[in-house]
Structure formats: C-alpha cells, structure tokens
C-alpha cells in the first residue's frame, strides 16, 4: 500500500550506542521531515530534505545525522544515544510547503 | 524560531456542545496556516492548509478561519461528539520549507 512507513515501531536503547530510525514513502514526495514529540514541547523539527542529496537543520539538529541518498528513504542516526533523546519521533512527507504534511506512525525511543 | 500560540491547551465539552480554539501567530512571517486533528496513539492527519486572509476552509462539522493581518486562526467544532476528542495542533509556515507547530489544543469530548 502506498504511504509512509517507519521502522521500528518501538526501540530500547543504552546511553552511547548509535541507532538509525527508518522512514520509507511510497508517494514520491520531495519533502521529507523528521519531527521529536515531547511533552511540553510539541512537535519539533528535527531535520528535513527538499529532495534527494539535499537536507538541512532544524530546529533541534545537534546529536542527529541525515541522509536522503533515495527520494523515498530518509533515515534518521543518532550518532551517540544520550537519554535526552528518549522521545516519539515522527517521520513526515509532503509535495511542499502550501501542501500538508503526511506523518508516519513514529517510533518510540527509549534511551537507558 | 517563531511563536505559534494555541489556547486554550486544554478544553473538556459534552457531547453536543459546539467549541472553538485559537492559534496565534506573527502576522509578519505569514505565508501558510496548517490545522491538524492528531487522536491518541496515532500520527497526525492534516484537517486544513490555509493561505489567504479572510479563507474559510470547512470539513463536515469542523471549520476554520484565518485573519493573516492580526495573526490568528480559529478552529471551530459544531456539535462535538466523543469521536472529536484528539489534539488539535496549528503549524505556521513563514515562506521556507518547514513549518512551525503550536503545542496543540487537547479536546474532550464526555458522552
């Protein structure tokens, strides 16, 4: 089924170890985005890709690694896991900045 | 980073009852209003995208209004029923790529 789609659902992980959240669309949209949820926070953007080999920063990049070598993949690695980045993340496409974004199910991290 | 305000944070009706909620925003970054309907323990789904001031956007008992010159939209539910309950998130876009989100309204609908 066509749609966006994020790996895994759920992850626990030690304080250093490096992760890569999935996120994979079937629409061909050129945006892409990746969003944490946190409470009292709201939705915070973390990076995002205009296109294939094109990213950029955020809001909250630092701890965090891109890549968008395919338009319909764009992982998310946290270099070096600290608690702090215990939090829901959210994966999001979209065709452009007039047209809604359409958000994966998230993956729920868990950093001990 | 930009202001985006929604009030109240918070709001618990009975089922029926008609209710509304605010996003703020600086009228001077304008180029995009989003509304998102975001229920528990699922992603968010995108309800409205609104550019010009003055647009009224509807979707069955769900409407919204924007006035891009004193930096505010108004979410409007008509006859709230208990499916309704969810978050309610705004998100400004200011002419770049991304969009900025408010911190949500939380709506209660008690049957």
């Not at chain 2, 944070?9 to 009852?17: A, F, I, N, T, Y």
Request: charged residues 15%; aromatic residues 12%; contains cysteine.
């Amino acid at each position: 089924d066509a749609g966006i789609t994020q790996s895994p659902r759920y992850k626990i992980t030690e304080t250093g170890r490096q992760v890569t959240l999935m996120c994979h669309q079937t629409w061909s949209h050129s945006y892409m985005f990746w969003y944490r949820q946190d409470l009292g926070h709201g939705l915070r953007l973390i990076y995002y890709s205009a296109a294939a080999d094109i990213t950029d920063k955020g809001e909250v990049p630092d701890g965090y690694v891109v890549s968008r070598s395919k338009t319909e993949n764009f992982p998310l690695t946290l270099e070096s896991a600290t608690r702090s980045q215990t939090s829901v993340y959210f994966c999001a496409s979209s065709t452009g900045y007039n047209s809604p974004l359409h958000f994966g199910n998230g993956t729920r991290l868990t950093v001990t | 980073i930009l202001n985006v305000e929604q009030s109240p944070q918070s709001l618990h009706v009975q089922e029926g009852d008609s209710t509304n909620f605010t996003c703020s925003f600086p009228s001077s970054n304008f180029y995009a209003l989003h509304w998102y309907r975001w229920e528990t323990a699922k992603s968010p789904e995108a309800l409205f995208v609104m550019t010009l001031n003055g647009d009224e956007k509807k979707k069955g008992r769900i409407s919204a209004t924007l006035n891009t010159k004193e930096g505010y939209s108004y979410l409007y539910i008509k006859g709230s029923q208990p499916e309704d309950s969810a978050t309610y998130l705004c998100a400004l876009n200011s002419g770049y790529s991304t969009l900025t989100f408010g911190k949500g309204t939380m709506l209660l609908v008690s049957p």
